[in-house]
């Protein structure tokens, strides 16, 4: 694999949500304002989590996100405005590898437009 030589680093935000229509919506406007390339979304997922003194268990969506480490405090604020919970899961996952035609393309697809 050829890694990404462009200038700004790639990361991946990993965010879940209360089921899968909130998770395309969230997706789909961040793609829309160019803050990410690319939206995944995997529902259902199984979650298991501590809240308020009890564990519990539900179902969740699972959005994966592909950014760059330049973008991804917008990304952040963007989820934290449309996110239903009152404490969503944002992970940023950063100085990720990939090929060099995928990471170009993630770095030319979030660039504020012209």
Same mark, same amino acid.
């Not at 969230?26 to 690319?38: F, S």
């Not at 995944?40 to 298991?48: D, E, L, Q, R, W």
């Given at each position: 694999?050829?890694?990404?030589?462009? !200038?700004?680093?790639?990361?991946?935000?990993?965010i879940?949500? %209360?089921?899968?229509?909130? %998770? $395309?919506?969230?997706?789909?406007? +961040?793609?829309?304002?160019?803050?990410?390339?690319? %939206?995944?979304?995997?529902?259902?997922?199984? %979650?298991?989590?501590?809240?308020?003194?009890?564990?519990?268990?539900?179902?969740?969506?699972? +959005?994966?996100?592909?950014?760059?480490?330049?973008?991804?405090?917008?990304?952040?604020?963007? $989820?934290?405005? +449309?996110?239903?919970? #009152?404490? !969503?899961?944002?992970?940023?996952?950063? #100085?990720i590898?990939?090929?060099?035609?995928?990471?170009?393309?993630? $770095?030319?697809?979030?660039? !504020?437009?012209?």
């Amino acid at each position: 694999m050829t890694e990404t030589t462009t !200038p700004e680093k790639l990361c991946l935000i990993y965010i879940t949500t %209360a089921g899968k229509a909130e %998770a $395309v919506a969230i997706g789909r406007e +961040l793609v829309v304002r160019r803050l990410a390339a690319c %939206a995944n979304v995997i529902a259902p997922t199984t %979650a298991i989590y501590r809240w308020e003194g009890e564990v519990h268990e539900g179902e969740e969506a699972t +959005l994966i996100v592909k950014s760059t480490q330049e973008r991804s405090a917008e990304v952040t604020a963007v $989820v934290q405005s +449309l996110h239903s919970y #009152d404490q !969503p899961c944002i992970l940023v996952l950063n #100085d990720i590898t990939a090929e060099s035609g995928f990471g170009n393309w993630v $770095v030319s697809e979030t660039q !504020p437009a012209a």
